[in-house]
């Protein structure tokens, strides 16, 4: 049962943090046609991030509480929200290319 209200509790959280998260940044990827058109990578930047955070801190703090629940390495960690970063900025260059 902890673990049916856990993959309840990350889908809630995606979907609610992500869907507040891609309003605030939507508007910045409607500069132009090209911008938009590459906007979906925000959408990727952001699912990465809501990743990182979910598996260094929210798993946590949740109802499923068994073994082997680790936080993410610090090196793989910053590739990710490196990544991120990257996915971001990225249809903003190919706008502009």
Do not use: D
Not at 23 to 39: D, P, Q, R, V
Not at 49 to 72: A, D, I, S
Not at 81 to 97: E, Q, T
Request: net charge positive; hydrophobic share 50%; proline share 1%.
């Amino acid at each position: 049962m902890g673990a049916l209200l856990e993959v309840v509790r990350i889908m809630v959280i995606f979907t609610l943090v992500g869907g507040l998260g891609w309003g605030l940044i939507h508007n910045s990827y409607t500069i132009n046609e090209t911008t938009e058109s590459f906007s979906w990578l925000g959408g990727c930047a952001l699912l990465l991030l809501l990743f990182v955070w979910y598996r260094n801190k929210l798993q946590f703090n949740g109802w499923y509480k068994k073994e082997g629940r680790t936080k993410l390495s610090k090196r793989i960690s910053s590739i990710l929200v490196v990544s991120s970063i990257v996915l971001f900025i990225l249809p903003f260059v190919l706008g502009n290319l």
